[in-house]
T-cell receptor, first 113, second 112 residues
């Protein structure tokens, strides 16, 4: 029944590793997003993906890459993890028509040691 | 550039009213959103304004003045469960493909 789901909820890994976070939405929305929330609780957009159009926030390192196998999924792959990547990552989705409010997943807390 | 300002923290009393202000300077404007975020949880949608004026939704209301780059969220009949962070966010472009630019959030503390 969960509208936007993410796995895993917690991820602890070492520097230099590669990891993926999965996101799925069952709302039938046409746009999905990844946000990063740092230790100061500041929420920043990383990517948005709509009908195979990817919009990237220019501040995001190219070690981060979103992958969308279909409209309901947008996974986040991170290469060569760094300490500064530790944060909570939120997936979200919205419908392009109307107000387009975004629905957020529960978040993935990533800790890089 | 994008700049969204809101107070870092506010304190209010249970049963009272509180107004959380937000000012923004963005390169485009296509709507302003308010989200609530409890500690350790995901943000949840509260309100949306795209035209000037007041939008009321139960105990919560949101106001927008586009000419002033200003919005506020008004919470009435405060309850302890309203203790949370309140995030002001602006959508800059004309389509849904762009994400939201968030302010740093206002941590609201409700006292008995």
């Amino acid at each position: 029944d969960t509208a936007v789901s993410q796995t895993p909820k917690y991820l602890v890994t070492q520097m230099g590793n590669d990891k993926s976070i999965k996101c799925e939405q069952n709302l039938g929305h046409d746009t999905m997003y990844w946000y990063k929330q740092d230790s100061k609780k500041f929420l920043k957009i990383m990517f948005s993906y709509n009908n195979k159009e990817l919009i990237i926030n220019e501040t995001v390192p190219n070690r981060f890459s979103p992958k969308s196998p279909d409209k309901a999924h947008l996974n986040l792959h991170i290469n060569s993890l760094e300490l500064g990547d530790s944060a909570v990552y939120f997936c979200a989705s919205s419908q392009g028509s109307g107000p387009g409010e975004q629905y957020f997943g529960p978040g993935t807390r990533l800790t890089v040691t | 550039g994008q700049n969204i300002d809101q107070p870092t923290e506010m304190t209010a009393t249970e049963g009272a009213i509180v107004q959380i202000n937000c000012t923004y300077q963005t390169s485009g404007f296509n709507g302003l959103f308010w989200y609530q975020q409890h500690a350790g949880e995901a943000p949840t949608f509260l309100s949306y304004n795209v035209l000037d004026g007041l939008e009321e939704k139960g105990r919560f209301s949101s106001f927008l003045s586009r000419s002033k780059g200003y919005s506020y969220l008004l919470l009435k009949e405060l309850q302890m469960k309203d203790s949370a962070s309140y995030l002001c966010a602006v959508r800059s472009s004309g389509g849904g493909a762009d994400g939201l630019t968030f302010g740093k959030g206002t941590h609201l503390i409700i006292q008995p």
